[in-house]
DNA sequence: TTGTTTCAAACAAACGTTTAATTAATTCAA
DNA sequence: TTGAATTAATTAAACGTTTGTTTGAAACAA
């Protein structure tokens, strides 16, 4: 079983992180068993052999992304959790921003992960995957199990809270057809850049949970 | 373009309901594209070729799915909105356990219709299912607008309140083995059994909407 | 030289689908 | 009710593609 939360860097050359990038964005688009590796090396405009002799096959190529991308992903969620100069609110509001900034700037990362959440193929993927989720939960947890006892917050259920928090993200993400047409459907409206429904979404997620967990 | 929500009532012998059946649980937990018709039909019992014999294609019997299993997770929203013994509390209230109730009830459809979502291919099937959630979306926004207008509710974002409602139950509902590893991660546990499981989803939904909607 | 990278070609296996033959079920005049 | 005629259901085998992967030679770099 491999651990990518512990892995060491890795030197990667550009092609190498080209192949990378491309198949990231086509995995998240068409799925993992959608897209072949012919579709990918065309898309990515190299050879189709290069794919088996850089990564060894498309497996190993899956568990490469997910290596390469998750180290931009990791810490923000402890530093903030350790930070003594936010009370448990000013806590809970930066890990909102953290988690809508970190999907709406990875979305393809984003479906990726959650493809492989809903699929149970790659049991080895499939458990690391879920590792990094109960990881965050149980750091967002302990914010609000402090804030209970700083009687600052009230005694809400800790976990489902979390599934709200991120529940909430993904619902509007991880289609970008259906968020548009969930907000109102306009044209040429881009969900991951669009710098209004960012705010409108940080707004929307502190609202439900500072009227959630603030005593009165 | 298809259109399933206006489908007529189609004959379905035994061999084919069994075969939609375990159609759905294979695609659920393998995805469409990862598992094969040889895969289904030896699961199945049946000889490989009944499938096209009896669907036409893979891609038919997908749709063929969707068509069966949607007509039993109708309407309810709508008697819900239009019931004018409730007041709007009381209609979101009823909302959050239909909800509950359906998903819990069809773990493995409301898979399919996430990967669906989240995949795009087979166009016409991702538009189709876009409208099933766009025309629930719109009936709730119906009703958190009329709360509001009665004062009942306060200003609210009505489509990221819907997303909040449905993204919690994804978020739980969406993968079992992450559930239970949320959920303290007892062994033996079942959250799509789980009464307690239930009524402590419905809980927290109730405490997230009502302490979000209600005017203080 | 030596080792690395690139490529067209080929590989076997798996895929969705079709075929053609056989069996089971139904129809219907006698 | 019977029994031939017709339709429906079932099967093993094969079809042509596409799949992930490997090969071996060529091009490039050190």
Redesign the pocket.
């Known amino acids: 079983m491999f651990n990518f939360a512990a892995s060491t860097p890795i030197l990667m ?1 550009e ?1 190498k992180e080209h192949i990378i990038d491309t198949a990231m964005e086509l995995f998240a688009e068409k799925g ?2 959608g ?7 065309t898309k990515a ?17 899956f568990e490469a992304i997910v290596e390469h991308k998750a180290r931009f992903m990791r810490g923000r969620l402890d530093e903030i959790a350790a930070d003594s100069k936010l009370d448990s609110l000013q806590k809970m509001d930066a890990v909102i921003e953290s988690y809508v900034n970190k999907i709406i700037s990875n979305p393809s990362f984003h479906k990726l992960l959650y493809q492989e959440l809903l699929v149970n193929e790659r049991n080895d993927m499939h458990d690391a995957i879920i590792k990094i989720f109960v990881k965050n939960t149980q750091t967002v947890r302990g914010i609000i199990e402090q804030g209970i006892r700083k009687k600052q917050f009230r005694k809400v259920d800790p976990q489902l809270t979390m599934a709200t928090l991120m529940g909430t993200i993904n619902q509007v993400m991880l289609s970008k057809a259906m968020c548009v047409m969930l907000m109102d459907g306009q044209e040429n409206f881009d969900p991951y850049t669009d710098t209004n429904f960012k705010a409108r979404l940080v707004r929307h997620l502190k609202q439900v949970l500072h009227s959630l967990l603030l005593n009165k």
Chains 1, 2 share one sequence.
Do not use: P, Q, T
Not at 35 to 41: F, G, K, Y
């Open positions: 050359n092609k993992f068993e897209c072949s590796i012919r579709d990918l090396a405009g190299v050879n189709l052999a290069m794919v088996n002799y850089y990564f060894g096959s498309k497996d190993k190529l």
